[in-house]
Nanobody, 119 residues
């Protein structure tokens, strides 16, 4: 079955950086819009970055200028470079693959990776 596996999370001090990866398998990766979401304790899951099949990117104001999403279709992998991290960036980070296949919207989620920003 389809798998999305995130990696790269961990504990980092405020102002630090992390690079998350999400490796996809058993999907035609290049046709999927890929998104990164995060969920903090007690809060709803929110989008932090997305990248379309044409490499158009989108970020909420809360991370704009600090986060950068990229994809490597040859490796079926999407990345999230996070710089100038703040304590409020703490949460579980999930990747999502989203597409329309034969007129049906399909979406897959990874299992998440924990990011903790703390001194």
């Amino acid at each position: 079955q389809v798998q999305l596996v995130e990696s790269g999370g961990g504990l980092v001090q405020p102002g630090g950086s992390l690079r998350l990866s999400c490796a996809a398998s058993r999907i035609l990766f290049s046709i999927y819009t890929m998104g990164w979401y995060r969920q903090a304790p007690g809060k709803e899951r929110e989008l932090v970055a997305s990248i379309t099949t044409g490499n158009l990117t989108n970020y909420p104001d809360s991370v704009k200028g600090r986060f950068a999403v990229s994809r490597d279709n040859a490796k079926n992998t999407v990345y999230l470079q996070m710089n100038s991290l703040k304590p409020e960036d703490t949460g579980v980070y999930y990747c999502k693959a989203d597409s329309v296949v034969t007129s049906v919207r399909v979406a897959y989620w990874g299992q998440g990776t924990q990011v903790t920003v703390s001194s």
